[in-house]
Structures are given as structure tokens and as C-alpha cells.
């Protein structure tokens, strides 16, 4: 070993540099490092450290040591800096563990990106590239979402699924009854318009009674399951995208993570499950809402009795069309249901992201449904039915 060097204040906390024949030097930290007293100043070790040159790495024995603080912390920080600057190696295997790891904790900051580069104009090619990747990215969260739900769901059928039955009683409610007031204004407006439509050209040809046909038909096959799926996906998909996303923002989602609980068994599955359960029901309640506006131009309009009306109805609607509208709804169910859930999982940390996923929520439902729809349309043709 070298030369030695002593630097005490006030007998409190001690350095003691030592350098040895391999060009490294040890530093002895001795004594009781806290703010309360004056603690050994790191911008006098390094002129101590400059003094000794060439050094090629700093090391610690600290068995002396006897307390510490942020004072001792900032002494390593600032020599940590210094060594980093002058290319000399910083060993701190000699330090106690808490201190390492506080160190690594001021020391690792984030790399700053330059605020004052300004991207030039993006290429044609670079945006359909940007535009493939986020693509990528998207089908992978929706992937990965869905595979989730189809997990949850056979836990749900094992009576394994981690919810609370009285959520799922909550939300049957909410999606069932009441979802009935608004229901029924829409379905009956909607049933008056066929039958005012029907009526116009109907009329022409002493035809009349066949508007209870038009109305049943199209409320039993179409009209009931869609306008149905629209009113729920403004009012119920809007609405599990705004909660499940403020508990993204309120951070509850992480929680729920680190307690060992899955959002999607915890959350999403209560959630789909009412409105699965929910939208046959509300189908078969708009498609005797629907009717029922339909009778009441028929009855007050084209002068056609009660039992005219009611028989042709009869006859018009077989059990395949109300199948099909029934097929419809629980489908539609599923869409409304995964897009709101989903948009409340990705949406961000901010007030606005939740409104920007309610509505992203609506939309994506809307644009399913009328997606679904024209499927089905295309394969009832198909097979004839």
C-alpha cells in the first residue's frame, strides 16, 4: 500500500484514502455520516484523488462506518458522477446493500429526449409503416384480450372465476330493467315509422293489412335486435368504458394486478355476462314494443280491426324469424360488451382518455353490430332463410 491521507471534521465522519501498486485507490469510511453535523466534503476527496493520478478504479471499506444518512448518499453520488467523468472505475461492492441500491436509484435517470428536435415531414412510406405497426399492436391487444375473456369464461363455468355475485346482480339490473324505459320509446317510434312508411305505398293498392307483415317481420327479424344493440352500446358499452377506465386512471387496475386478481375475471366477465344474459330479453320486449306501434297506426289509420291486425301478424312472424333476431341479440350482446371493456382496459391516465375510450367504446360497438348484421343478412340469404 501507498501513501495515506486523513481528512476528519470534527471527529465525525472520517475518510480515509489509501492507493495501492495496481493504481487502485480505497477509500476507509469511518465514523457517524448525518446532516445533523459536517460531513466530509466529495469535492475535496476529488482533488485528493487528482493528487494521486493515474487511478483506474475507486473502492470502499466501510467496517468503520458507524451510521449514515443523505449525507453519505450524496458524498457517493457526486463521486460516483466524478469517475464517471474521468473514466475511472467505480467499484461500490465494499458499500453496505442499502446504499448500492440507493445509488443505483439516483443514478439511473432516464434518458431526455431533445425537445428542440423537430421531426422533418414524415414519408409516405413511413406513415403506411407507422400505420402497420400500430395495426400489429392493436390485433394484439385485442387478441390477448379476447384469450383472456375465453380463460375467465371457463373458470366462470368451473365456479372458479375470482367476482362478486352482487356485481353481477348490479349489472343485470342496470342492463335490464333499466335499459326498459328508453327501449320502449325507441322500438315503439320505430314501429310507427314502418308502419307509416308501409302504409304510403300500401295504400296505393288497397293493401293495408299488409303493414302488420311489414312491421312484424322487420321488427322481429332486424329492427328489434339492432336498434336494440345501438341504444346498448350508447348507453351500456359508453358506460363500462367509463368506469372500467376510471379505475385505469384511479390506478385500481394496477391494484387489483399486484393483489394477485385479474381485472378481466374480476371486472370485465360480471359485465358481459349481464349484458349476454340481458339483450334476448330486451330483443323480445322491443319486438312487442315495435309491434305494438305498428298496431297502433294500423288500428287508428287503415281502419283495420283488432283481430285483422292481430291475426295477420300472426301468421306473417314464424319461429325462424324470431330465432334469427334472438341470434342476433345475443351476438350483438357479445360485440357491445368486448368493446367497452376492452376501450376501459386501454384507455390512459387522464380524464380525457376516458371520455376519448367512452366514445372510441360506442363506435367500435356501432360499426361491429352493423358489420354482424350485414353477415347475417348475407348468410340467411345464403341458405334461405
Do not use: H
Not at 84 to 98: C, H, K, N, W, Y
Not at 164 to 175: N, Q
Not at 356 to 383: E, H, N, R
Request: proline fraction near 2%.
Amino acid at each position: 500500500m501507498g501513501r495515506f491521507f486523513m481528512q476528519t471534521i470534527r471527529s465525525v465522519g472520517v475518510v480515509q484514502l489509501s492507493k495501492s501498486s495496481d493504481n487502485i485507490v480505497t477509500l476507509g469510511l469511518s465514523g457517524n455520516w448525518q446532516l445533523r453535523e459536517e460531513a466530509p466534503s466529495a469535492y475535496d476527496m476529488q482533488k485528493r484523488i487528482e493528487e494521486n493520478l493515474p487511478v483506474s478504479s475507486i473502492a470502499f471499506e466501510t467496517s468503520g462506518l458507524s451510521g449514515w444518512d443523505s449525507s453519505l448518499l450524496v458524498f457517493l453520488v457526486n463521486l460516483s458522477l466524478y469517475c464517471s467523468q474521468t473514466e475511472i472505475v467505480f467499484d461500490d461492492s465494499g458499500l453496505p446493500e442499502g446504499i448500492r441500491r440507493l445509488i443505483m436509484l439516483a443514478t439511473a435517470v432516464p434518458e431526455k429526449k431533445d425537445a428542440q428536435k423537430q421531426p422533418g415531414k414524415e414519408s409516405f412510406l413511413s406513415a403506411i409503416g407507422g400505420a402497420t405497426l400500430k395495426l400489429a399492436v392493436s390485433y394484439r391487444e385485442v387478441t390477448d384480450f379476447i384469450g383472456s375473456i375465453v380463460l375467465s369464461s371457463i373458470f366462470f363455468m368451473r365456479g372458479r372465476a375470482n367476482y362478486r355475485r352482487v356485481d353481477l346482480f348490479r349489472l343485470v339490473y342496470e342492463c335490464g330493467a333499466q335499459a326498459l324505459p328508453i327501449v320502449s320509446l325507441i322500438s315503439v317510434l320505430i314501429g310507427l315509422i314502418l308502419a307509416f312508411v308501409g302504409a304510403i305505398q300500401l295504400r296505393m293498392f288497397g293493401a293495408q293489412i299488409y303493414v302488420a307483415d311489414l312491421v312484424g317481420i322487420a321488427m322481429v327479424r332486424e329492427m328489434g335486435a339492432m336498434m336494440t344493440a345501438i341504444i346498448m352500446a350508447g348507453r351500456t358499452g359508453a358506460a363500462f368504458a367509463a368506469q372500467i377506465g376510471t379505475m385505469q386512471v384511479n390506478e385500481e387496475i394496477d391494484a387489483f394486478k399486484t393483489l394477485g386478481v385479474s381485472p378481466v375475471e374480476f371486472l370485465v366477465m360480471p359485465r358481459m355476462i349481464a349484458l349476454i344474459l340481458m339483450m334476448p330479453f330486451l330483443c323480445i320486449y322491443a319486438d312487442f314494443v315495435g309491434i305494438l306501434g305498428g298496431f297502433l297506426v294500423g288500428i287508428g289509420m287503415l281502419d283495420l280491426s283488432f283481430m285483422e291486425y292481430y291475426n295477420e301478424t300472426v301468421s306473417a312472424i314464424s319461429l325462424t324469424n324470431c330465432s334469427i333476431g334472438l341470434v342476433k341479440s345475443l351476438i350483438f350482446g357479445i360485440l357491445i360488451a368486448l368493446s367497452g371493456c376492452l376501450r376501459g382496459m386501454q384507455c390512459g391516465r387522464s380524464a380525457s382518455a376516458v371520455g376519448a375510450a367512452a366514445t372510441s367504446a360506442v363506435v367500435t360497438a356501432i360499426v361491429w353490430i352493423i358489420v354482424m348484421d350485414a353477415i347475417f343478412a348475407v348468410l340467411t340469404q345464403v341458405l334461405g332463410i
